[in-house]
């Protein structure tokens, strides 16, 4: 009977640990989108959200037509503007429609026109058909890019937007209309980017790699971008309808 005993009190110890190690794990997370709320969210460089973001089916989503009906003329990008972050594992699911065009941001700073080149962006894009609805050439041109009709690779899903280009040896993209995840590691020491579970990119921050890219493409006459060590977290309008959901932050 004592033995019974202790072999049930043992294993009632090792439960509750394992619970309490999972409930802290949990609340190590800040739920930043929870499929009720839009507390926190506003415009960039505003104080309200734009016309077009709302909630529909539990999801973050940007509807155009929505957008298309109001007087407004302020920027439609979006930020999660209750706390800037520095370190964190960042992670989100998101889904495009067909030529479909958005990005993350983080490290943003808002008092600029526009998140463009003040912070690192997290692309997405439908990588399959962008190419086929929109017309690149004229831009893609203009940098130097080979093949300007279609999409370059550091224009692509998942990609750290003209600065490191995603593994498409290691990615895995859904089709549109299907669920993505993303997650975004970011320390001094490395910074990832994943997509549906694969590592894709890994660099090092202000690293001379880093630098070198940073001062001879797209970002070379944009002398903040990249420089912020802390800042919000950025959802884009491209003019494009955009689903997210379960959208949470770590901080390390």
Not at 19 to 43: H, M, Y
Not at 215 to 220: D, L, Q, Y
Request: glycine letters at 10%; hydrophobic letters at 30%; one cysteine or more.
């Amino acid at each position: 009977m004592k033995r019974s005993l202790s072999i049930f009190l043992l294993s009632l110890i090792v439960f509750s640990c394992g619970k309490t190690a999972k409930q802290e794990s949990d609340e190590e997370w800040i739920q930043l989108f929870d499929g009720t709320s839009l507390e926190g969210w506003r415009a960039y460089n505003g104080e309200e959200l734009p016309p077009g973001w709302t909630i529909k089916n539990g999801e973050l989503t940007f509807d155009t037509e929505l957008g298309l009906e109001q007087d407004y003329t302020g920027g439609t990008d979006i930020i999660y503007g209750q706390e800037e972050f520095e370190n964190f594992e960042l992670y989100l699911e998101w889904k495009l429609p067909e030529g479909g065009n958005s990005g993350i941001f983080y490290h943003l700073k808002e008092g600029f026109d526009g998140p463009t080149g003040i912070c690192p962006e997290y692309q997405l894009i439908d990588d399959a058909n962008y190419a086929r609805i929109h017309d690149l050439t004229e831009y893609n041109t203009s940098v130097g890019f080979e093949n300007p009709s279609q999409l370059h690779p550091l224009q692509k899903t998942a990609s750290d937007y003209a600065m490191y280009a995603a593994d498409e040896s290691q990615k895995v993209l859904h089709p549109v209309g299907e669920w993505n995840t993303t997650k975004i590691v970011f320390t001094p020491e490395k910074a990832e980017h994943w997509l549906n579970g694969k590592k894709v990119i890994s660099f090092v921050p202000w690293s001379d790699d880093w630098n070198e890219r940073k001062n001879s493409g797209k970002w070379k006459n944009y002398p903040d971008y990249g420089t912020f060590k802390s800042g919000y977290i950025g959802l884009q309008d491209h003019s494009s309808p955009i689903w997210f959901r379960n959208i949470k932050i770590k901080k390390l």
